[in-house]
């Protein structure tokens, strides 16, 4: 069961709305345990941190061994978590 603190935020009508008069499309970095909250809820964009991580780490070894080559690029993959908030069309932005 959730809280009711948890439980009144989501009743409420779009509190991002109610603040500034237009809906806002909204994505964040990382999962929040807040991203459901809010009306819609937060669309999310998870990072592999623990690959980004190891990945820095190795690229930074091997340069501080000497390595004087050209620039690595690394490419790790995301996940796309949508939720709502980021699915907000740009026409929505109009008052």
């Known amino acids: 069961m959730e809280d009711s603190w948890r439980q009144s935020i ?3 009508k ?3 709305m109610a603040l ?6 909204i994505v964040c970095f990382d999962e929040i345990s807040e ?10 964009v998870t990072q592999d941190v ?4 190891e990945s820095a780490a190795e690229l930074l070894f ?3 061994n000497g390595y004087e080559g050209e620039f690595e690029k690394k490419v790790i993959p995301t996940v ?11 026409t929505s932005l109009q008052r």
Do not use: Y
């Open 35 to 44: 991203a459901d909250l809010l009306t819609p809820a937060i669309t999310l």
């Open 50 to 53: 623990a690959t980004m991580g």
């Open 20 to 25: 500034i008069g237009i809906a806002v499309a």
């Open 14 to 16: 779009g509190p991002i």
């Open 10 to 12: 989501k009743a409420e």
């Open 80 to 90: 796309l978590t949508p939720r709502g908030s980021g699915e907000i069309a740009p």
């Open 62 to 64: 091997k340069r501080l």
